[in-house]
DNA sequence: TGTTAGCACTCATTTGGGTCGAGTGCTAAC
DNA sequence: GTTAGCACTCGACCCAAATGAGTGCTAACA
């Protein structure tokens, strides 16, 4: 049996409609609304033929077709035709998100936040992250008798800190010292880079605080290794309980159960995650492995910090989803962060504050 | 009419049975269930008087009677009996918090978690937050030819960093030499305690760093004012979904809107709130002003941190949550946070990390 | 040979009536 | 003041019939 163009017809009037009603849609509905030139016999034929292909199945005998999780897939990859963002919406996303690069988690929640409001659909938006991130600097702060801050600055503009508690701390120009001998070993380094053995010499050269340096190295390690869970922002998760789909209360139940658990959403972004891909992904109903999320699609990407690290965004809804509207969506966003980011990263963005 | 013992040991059973059940109660069962030693038409009599007197009422003429907002504070104020926690209770709270006080966002998101999981209500914590912190360093450290970092220690333990842009960086020796221009006349102080003489006199004495120098003011006093928004940690959402009070789809979705504004959350946890209050406080339905939490009562506290700054916990349930276990919980929750917080703060607490 | 009209059949959903039972209020007797 | 008795109310539940959207099959048509 071939896959002949008035099937294919057929097929995405059947999704077209699904997705718009979420309803199954039955041959006489089709021959009324979409005109085939086609009766509704021929086209009930055809719908069989397409329903033994696998692309549509019928929830009951009496019901009309759906289409398929191998349906989705077909009109996903050969028949969906890419729509342009009303200025509308381009507005929208620009007005809703602030694209300030110094406060740059407040500018992924609010890009989820503005992501679930446009498509609303759920939005899960993680930090970006890299494993070649470097040191830029660091530097020992005192606190009090007993605790120091270490503060590093990373070369993807991200400034971590910890405070760590030692005995005998030095006095404040001795404490630059010891800062400056820790950054003439570091400075510039990634993880892979660190120099053991500068290391361990400068450990001896600073034996008086040698407790101190070594909880020092410790955290930079810990904060290079990203040990530190990445934050991950979540928006419109009550979008979904609109869609009929989710009426039943014990599906949305599991559903939310998913999104309370953070490590699934990291999975949930990073499943057979091709990093360098700067294609958008669609992972079409049980094509992800998480039970709780069966009945839900993912359209996701990555974006660019700088030249190596990524952040992931994820728009999650129902399997009968506007996959299309969500793609532009996505892309639309995705090059603004690239753009925004990027210009801040290479430093072209003049914008010195007032 | 009085409210009499006997009257009241008839409302207690209804709510007490309310609580449990989330069925209306009629008198035939309570004279079953709990042994008043009355006859059903006796409590018919007395029931239709707590109605009259508004602390019961009736969802419709042949059901039983469900307790009213007016009934449940009278409960909650005069009858509740405050329950011990069990020591399995105890043991959870302790395994699944590491009090851990250099990690405070994750302690609390912890905090958050164990509760909705023992309660299961939904939980939300917020940062503890104070007005008269004072700043205890400030550190510049450069970052490239544009930027730098400007790293304020605060005496509650938590650190700001910011980036700023300047045109003309000094030196790193030089760059100390300005830190320590800025901390001579910041460090020690509160927002209110800045001495803007002494502001100006620093400003002239380092002309050459107006441009920088001003910004990092700026900087600082937004951070004094805590202008960045406070996080606001939430958690146990979807075990609302498990309550027949919320099987409404539509109800639900309206509750779960409030739980993603973390505005609304803020008010919720803050509302006619007394801040210097040890109290546990109880907000009972409509008590709050939300039209989407009508439904919800919330039990809430203020934790410690130091002496003056605090920060908040909130349980949210049904109406007939369970307000006994919630409070003994929290109370217990509550005390613990103080005491690990307050030890950190005092330095009693040894504990040199290894 | 592909298309279509016609028809019997299926089955989820809706509708309406009937019963059940939990609960009430009232009255009269204790 | 308490209780037994009774009529009444009304939501919940069940069941059967009607409805209607949809199908598959067959036979006629172009």
Known sequence: MKLNDRKIRILEAIITDYIATAEPIGSR???????????????????????????????????????SQKGYRLYVDNLMRSKELSSEEVDFLKNAISFNVNRIEYMMEQTAKALAMLTSYTTVVTEPKSRKVRIKHIQLIPIDESEIAVVIVLDNKSIKNNIIRVRNIPEYEELNKVSSGI??????????????????????????????????????????????????????????LGFPEFSDIAKAKNIFRAFEE???????????DDTSADKIQIIIGGENNMEELRD?????????????????????????????QTVSVLTEIVKKLDSVIGAFVDGEDGGYDE
Not at 262 to 272: A, R, V, W
């Open 296 to 324: 839900c699609s993912i359209v996701r990407a990555n974006y660019r910090f700088g030249n190596d690290s990524v952040g992931k965004i994820g728009i999650i809804g129902p399997t009968r989803m506007n996959y299309s």
């Open 183 to 240: 950054n003439s070993v570091l400075k510039g380094r990634s993880i892979e880079e660190i120099d053991s053995k500068a290391v361990s010499e400068l450990l001896s050269s600073l034996a008086r605080y040698r407790d101190m340096v070594t909880k020092v190295f410790k955290t930079v390690i810990s904060v290079l290794n990203q040990e530190e869970d990445v934050h991950v922002y979540t928006s419109g998760v009550k979008n979904l």
């Open 262 to 272: 953070k490590d699934m959403l990291i999975t949930l972004l990073g499943e057979g």
């Open 29 to 67: 509905t089709i021959a009324k609304k979409y005109d085939l030139g086609i009766s509704p016999a021929t086209i009930r034929n055809e719908m069989s033929d397409l329903e033994e292909l696998g692309f549509i199945e019928q929830p009951h005998t009496s019901a009309g077709r759906v289409p």
